[in-house]
């Protein structure tokens, strides 16, 4: 059925939650997973780029480092299960595009990530990366609801 998953992970308890789901629907179906974390970043935080840039190298360069460490600690479960996983971090405005392009280059059949259930204004402000995923996605997406 899916011989490839991808997992887009944040350090939030509901990815670790789909992480745990995908791993156990990965060995049911012998299936690769990637693990995906994507660290946002919007190149026009400030008026003047050559000001805030070292900011925002910095800001990068950290984000990079806490997601390493969230998918080394992620990688541990797959192992222990022996189920193939590899890890990646991509830098991008959109983290949704984000994760359905690298769906698309990777010939990934499912996603599988983690919805915070935000509602109404709530999510208006803080956007709704599961939602986004779901309407641009062009493979089937499993969402595991924070509860």
Do not use: W
């Amino acid at each position: 059925m899916y011989k490839t998953i991808l997992v887009a992970v944040d350090d939030s308890p509901v990815a670790f939650a789909a992480a745990e789901h995908a791993c156990q629907l990965a060995k049911q179906l012998n299936a690769d997973v990637s693990l995906l974390s994507v660290v946002a970043f919007d190149p026009f935080v400030g008026v003047n780029f050559y000001q805030v840039a070292p900011a925002i190298t910095d800001y990068l360069l950290r984000a990079e480092e806490h997601a390493k460490g969230i998918l080394a600690e992620l990688e541990q479960t797959f192992h222990r299960e022996n189920v193939q996983v590899h890890s990646h971090i991509v830098r991008g405005q959109d983290t949704a595009k984000e994760i359905c392009d690298y769906a698309t280059a990777h010939q990934i059949e499912l996603i599988i990530m983690g919805s915070h259930g935000r509602k109404g204004v709530e999510r208006l402000l803080l956007g709704g990366t599961a939602q986004r995923v779901l309407t641009l996605s062009h493979v089937p997406v499993l969402v595991i609801k924070d509860h």
